[in-house]
């Protein structure tokens, strides 16, 4: 999968070396050299794909990512920040900011590509929605914009993890903003996870009798969980398996230790995706309903095969 990829550093050697990194594997590359460039060009060539430094001289990172989300031509771009900060406090501010995830420097080449794949993948399922609903129209972009700050009491998280003190320390810390079902029986997760209102699962690697790997191919080929957005969690050392999974369609994960305020971020920000990507769809179906239903009487008009 082919993609345009924007790459923003004010280091030109840093730029450079990303550039060579995705041209070899054949994407297409625009660059900016700080923040104030790197919306722009966002705004005008809207690519697939932004990899964000955080340290810039004239807009760091995090400013940079709120006003991409806060805009409804970019809010849909992923964007993934590469920093030379490793601390988790720092990983919660960009997450916050709206960034989909964090690549430490020296970028490891497996951990990049395979979240490029992974991001490309989901952006191209939006980008298809988005041009069958029309919402290229601003208006329509402006409606779908409020998604991204409602409230998320309401939301359903599944967790499939069998063991007990971590599944403890999860449902705790999500609790508090989301409705959390743990489970560590295969069979009764996935009759839970066909529910109309999950809106997102997390899935251990580390799961003593079952494969979360294919738990996560399970999901992602059925037609009721096709679409959601799935978390896992990993072990430290454990990069190939969660390229592995990247690459079967997981959408985000976290690793080991878990870091309670990351956590809670990218579960908020999975569960915002869900949300934006049901309102796709929903227009989608509203929009074939009017080009169906003549509107005075109610019946099927002429267009109607």
């Not at 990983?91 to 709206?98: D, I, N, Q, S, T």
């Not at 020296?106 to 993948?121: G, K």
């Not at 079952?210 to 969980?225: A, E, K, M, W, Y």
Request: proline letters at 4%; aromatic letters at 4%.
């Amino acid at each position: 999968m082919t993609g345009r990829i924007l790459v923003v550093d004010d280091q030109p050697l840093n730029v450079k070396l990303l550039e060579a990194k995705l041209t070899s594997e054949y994407y297409d590359v625009l660059t900016a050299n700080g923040g104030a460039a790197a919306i722009r060009i966002a705004t005008e060539e809207r690519p697939d794909l932004i990899l964000l430094d955080v340290m810039m001289p004239d807009m760091d990172g995090y400013e940079v990512c709120r006003v991409l989300r806060d805009q409804p031509a970019t809010m849909h771009i992923p964007i993934v920040m590469v920093t030379a900060l490793s601390d988790s406090a720092d990983r919660v501010l960009g997450l916050e900011a709206g960034a989909d995830d964090f690549l430490t420097k020296p970028v490891d080449d497996l951990a990049l590509l395979s979240r490029v794949r992974s991001l490309l993948r989901f952006k191209v399922t939006f980008d298809e929605l988005r041009l069958r609903c029309g919402v290229a129209v601003s208006a329509q972009l402006e409606a779908m914009a409020p998604v991204w700050n409602e409230p998320l009491k309401d939301s359903r998280i599944l967790l499939l993890e069998d063991f007990a003190s971590r599944a403890r320390m999860i449902d705790e810390a999500l609790g508090e903003h989301h409705r959390v079902v743990v489970l560590d029986d295969e069979k009764i997760f996935y009759a839970e996870a066909d529910h109309a209102d999950t809106d997102a699962v997390i899935v251990s690697l580390s799961l003593e009798s079952i494969d979360g790997l294919r738990v996560v191919l399970q999901l992602r080929s059925r037609p009721q969980t096709r679409m959601l957005p799935i978390l896992v969690l990993v072990e430290d050392g454990e990069m190939e398996r969660l390229a592995k999974a990247l690459d079967l369609g997981v959408t985000d994960y976290v690793m080991a230790p878990i870091d309670r305020n990351e956590l809670i971020a990218r579960t908020r920000m999975q569960v915002r995706r869900k949300r934006y990507q049901d309102r796709l769809r929903a227009n989608l179906e509203d929009s074939v309903s009017m080009a169906a239903i003549d509107e005075l009487t109610k019946l099927h008009n002429r267009r109607y095969l």
